[in-house]
């Protein structure tokens, strides 16, 4: 019996990896459009320039293909511009702003490949807030069109707008901060649209209207992580995630001179470092720090390394790529700088300051803001495997009790009789429950168990009750 329900609990995680497989070769952010008429098509593998684009701004973009790479439209915040690179019918006045870090971000909304919400953000705290609207891509002969626009989620919010995958692995939220306080909002994506009531995290510190507002905010690939940058304050910060509830917790602040008007943000794909773009006098500096050790401030501090300067130039945003390079946007210029092994620490990262021409055209401080979309399959989907019956015989078969938890951490297991009584207890993370109690056989019967456990991926303690047999 016990062997039988392992080999299928095994074969349904089989079954939701292989769903994961499918998410991650997800070709949504394979076609890029920001700067001056700057874009790129990740489609072939290599990044491509792309000289058709009609967006010209200094700051934010986002960017929609379908699942096979195609594009279906893009975005400045304020304005959409469908695949044939024309304004959308109606689709202007959207509450973004050219000057805001990340003036927008497209999300599907969960089972209806057709519709798509489009949140934005004001510039420097400005009154249009945080807002979304809907588009249809089976309006306008496929084409798509606005169904409504200018729903206000939040007054007044800092530039920094992220988002990232729900740990069902197919909701997402959509994270913002607002100004004069130190509250997150997260706002939930589902089958049935947006949750307007966001979930709230007062944490970190308070982000101010005006230059307190500019710089990126980025998830990490596990949906572990939350980090930003606070330009005007020469900080960073670094937040723990529960992409089951939505909160944020665990503050680190990083405040230091080498992190003068810090911009770009980025997580590498391994989870394991944390890139920042810097201006330093006529110069940019990108600075990388290492966020797989202890999780403190003097620890993170402690593990930064300068992995190279663009002379001459200010740079700004930065992006994790399909090809697994961050690139790096460089204002005015006819390239972006890229980290070319973001896995790899210090100089093995291999920074080029202008590793990417853009076939003519300019790069300003943005590139697309995409939603990590990456699937996380032990976010919240933590399994318990346990046996309904054990023979305590001593015949050297199913003699213990055993539970265990996949993509999960054991904190205890109590085991109880029919009238309450608790028999057994195991706090060591490997419980093996001989049928004992006081060392004296426990009767043939059914004892009900209480196992708590907490998933890899954040602190929160979860509880199983089941039941089990013993029939000697």
Same mark, same amino acid.
């Given at each position: 019996?016990?062997?039988?329900?392992?080999?299928?609990?095994?074969?349904?995680?089989?079954?939701?990896?292989?769903?994961?497989?499918?998410?991650?070769?997800?070709?949504?952010?394979?076609?890029?459009?920001?700067?001056?008429?700057?874009?790129?098509?990740?489609?072939?593998?290599?990044?491509?320039?792309?000289?058709?684009?009609a967006l010209q701004t200094l700051e934010?973009?986002?960017?929609?293909?379908?699942?096979?790479?195609?594009?279906?439209?893009?975005?400045?915040?304020?304005?959409?511009?469908?695949?044939?690179?024309?304004?959308?019918?109606?689709?202007?006045?959207?509450?973004?702003?050219?000057?805001?870090?990340?003036?927008?971000?497209?999300?599907?909304?969960?089972?209806?490949?057709?519709?798509?919400?489009?949140?934005?953000?004001?510039?420097?705290?400005?009154?249009?807030?945080?807002?979304?609207?809907?588009?249809?891509?089976?309006?306008?002969?496929?084409?798509?069109?606005?169904?409504?626009?200018?729903?206000?989620?939040l007054a007044r919010v800092s530039e920094?707008?992220?988002?990232?995958?729900?740990?069902?692995?197919?909701?997402?939220?959509?994270?913002?901060?607002?100004?004069?306080?130190?509250?997150?909002?997260?706002?939930?994506?589902?089958?049935?649209?947006?949750?307007?009531?966001?979930? $709230?995290?007062? +944490?970190?510190?308070?982000?101010? #209207?005006?230059?307190? *507002?500019?710089? =990126?905010?980025? !998830? %990490?690939?596990?949906?572990?992580?939350?980090?930003?940058?606070?330009?005007?304050?020469?900080?960073?910060?670094?937040?723990?995630?529960?992409?089951?509830?939505?909160?944020?917790?665990?503050?680190?602040?990083?405040?230091?001179?080498?992190?003068?008007?810090?911009?770009?943000?980025?997580?590498?794909?391994?989870?394991?470092?944390?890139?920042?773009?810097? $201006?330093?006098? +006529?110069?940019?500096?990108?600075? #990388?720090?290492?966020? *797989?050790?202890? =999780?403190?401030? !003097? %620890?993170?501090?402690?593990?930064?390394?300068?992995?190279?300067?663009?002379?001459?130039?200010?740079?700004?945003?930065?992006?994790?790529?399909?090809?697994?390079?961050?690139?790096?946007?460089?204002?005015?210029?006819?390239?972006?700088?890229?980290?070319?092994?973001?896995?790899?620490?210090?100089?093995?990262?291999?920074?080029?300051?202008?590793?990417?021409?853009?076939?003519?055209?300019?790069?300003?401080?943005?590139?697309?803001?995409?939603?990590?979309?990456?699937?996380?399959? %032990?976010?919240?989907?933590?399994?318990?495997?346990?046996?309904?019956?054990?023979?305590?015989?001593?015949?050297?078969?199913?003699?213990?009790?055993?539970?265990?938890?996949?993509?999960?951490?054991?904190?205890?297991?109590?085991?109880?009789?029919?009238?309450?009584?608790?028999?057994?207890?195991?706090?060591?993370?490997?419980?093996?429950?001989?049928?004992?109690?006081?060392?004296?056989?426990?009767?043939?019967?059914?004892?009900?168990?209480?196992?708590?456990?907490?998933?890899?991926?954040?602190?929160?303690?979860?509880?199983?009750?089941?039941?089990?047999?013993?029939?000697?």
């Amino acid at each position: 019996m016990k062997i039988a329900r392992r080999i299928l609990a095994l074969l349904l995680l089989v079954s939701v990896h292989g769903t994961g497989v499918i998410a991650q070769v997800s070709k949504r952010e394979n076609i890029w459009y920001f700067g001056t008429n700057a874009g790129l098509d990740f489609n072939s593998g290599t990044p491509a320039p792309l000289t058709d684009g009609a967006l010209q701004t200094l700051e934010g973009t986002a960017t929609m293909c379908d699942e096979s790479g195609e594009l279906l439209f893009y975005t400045d915040g304020s304005t959409i511009w469908n695949r044939y690179h024309e304004p959308m019918p109606d689709a202007f006045g959207l509450g973004g702003n050219a000057s805001t870090s990340q003036a927008a971000i497209i999300i599907p909304q969960p089972e209806n490949p057709d519709r798509y919400f489009l949140f934005s953000v004001d510039a420097k705290g400005g009154p249009g807030g945080l807002q979304y609207a809907v588009v249809d891509m089976t309006l306008n002969e496929g084409l798509g069109g606005i169904v409504s626009k200018n729903h206000v989620l939040l007054a007044r919010v800092s530039e920094k707008l992220t988002a990232l995958r729900h740990c069902n692995n197919t909701d997402f939220w959509v994270i913002a901060h607002e100004t004069d306080n130190n509250s997150f909002r997260s706002f939930l994506i589902t089958r049935d649209g947006v949750s307007e009531t966001g979930v $709230e995290s007062a +944490t970190g510190m308070i982000h101010r #209207q005006y230059l307190n *507002s500019i710089g =990126y905010m980025k !998830a %990490s690939q596990n949906g572990a992580m939350i980090a930003l940058a606070l330009y005007n304050d020469a900080a960073l910060e670094i937040f723990r995630f529960d992409s089951e509830s939505g909160v944020l917790s665990g503050s680190i602040n990083l405040s230091s001179p080498n992190f003068y008007n810090a911009y770009g943000i980025e997580f590498s794909p391994d989870n394991k470092h944390l890139y920042v773009s810097t $201006e330093y006098e +006529t110069s940019s500096r990108i600075f #990388q720090l290492d966020i *797989s050790g202890t =999780y403190s401030a !003097a %620890s993170v501090m402690q593990s930064q390394v300068l992995t190279g300067s663009i002379p001459n130039s200010i740079s700004g945003a930065m992006q994790l790529a399909p090809d697994g390079k961050i690139y790096i946007a460089v204002e005015g210029q006819d390239h972006l700088g890229v980290i070319n092994h973001p896995d790899r620490k210090g100089d093995g990262a291999g920074f080029d300051p202008a590793g990417l021409y853009l076939g003519g055209r300019k790069s300003q401080r943005g590139l697309p803001n995409f939603m990590v979309s990456a699937f996380n399959p %032990s976010a919240c989907f933590a399994r318990t495997l346990a046996p309904d019956i054990f023979t305590p015989n001593n015949d050297g078969i199913n003699d213990t009790f055993q539970v265990s938890v996949v993509d999960g951490i054991i904190v205890q297991l109590d085991i109880f009789n029919r009238w309450g009584n608790q028999v057994y207890r195991d706090s060591s993370g490997n419980p093996h429950w001989d049928g004992k109690f006081n060392g004296a056989n426990c009767s043939n019967d059914v004892y009900t168990y209480v196992l708590k456990f907490k998933t890899s991926e954040n602190e929160r303690i979860q509880e199983y009750r089941g039941s089990v047999i013993i029939a000697r």
